[in-house]
């Protein structure tokens, strides 16, 4: 599996990942380094990492290319699941110029960051991009604040465990 950091604004899977940001995704596509040096094992079986690279003057331009287009068909060769972190949807166009590009798109959003007229309304802007949406993650969720979340049919059985889990 490739994760492939497509934020290169503010991007940030070489930290969570602890590898080198440089050379990346930003430097294969203006010709500056080739796939093999872009590319990272990480600590994790079966995961390898290409970081964003340094921020270029024009990153949406960079993954609207026929290079990228390129590079995705390439890459999609070499590796089972290839798995593109996107700048969110409606801070920049970037989200929306690679999702038709992809098998699919999860969208990911964050509990109590972002309402739900603006997550309905990235869910349109992906869709005008010819994106398939293959399905949502709602993450960052307080279930002990907000337990509507969690479905009463599964709260009997786990209520402690998120209680116990930090106590540990």
């Known amino acids: 599996m490739l994760l492939i950091d497509a934020d290169m604004r503010k991007p940030r899977q070489h930290e969570l990942l602890n590898v080198k940001q440089s050379p990346g995704l930003s430097n294969l596509l203006v010709g500056d380094a080739k796939a093999n040096d872009a590319m990272r094992r990480t600590p994790l079986k079966h995961l390898w990492v290409m970081p964003s690279g340094p921020h270029p003057p024009n990153p ?21 699941w290839v798995i593109l972190d996107s700048p969110p949807v409606m801070a920049v166009t970037d989200a929306a110029v690679i999702a038709h590009l992809t098998t699919g798109v999860v969208y990911v959003v964050g509990s109590e960051q972002v309402n739900r007229h603006v997550a309905r309304n990235a869910v349109e802007q992906l869709r005008a991009s010819k994106a398939t949406i293959l399905g949502a993650v709602l993450n960052r969720v307080d279930v002990q604040k907000n337990p509507y979340y969690y479905s009463h049919y599964y709260k009997h059985e786990y209520a402690g465990y998120y209680s116990s889990e930090k106590s540990a």
């Open 60 to 80: 949406a331009e960079l993954l609207g290319s026929a290079r990228f287009r390129s590079l995705l068909s390439t890459l999609g060769e070499h590796f089972d």
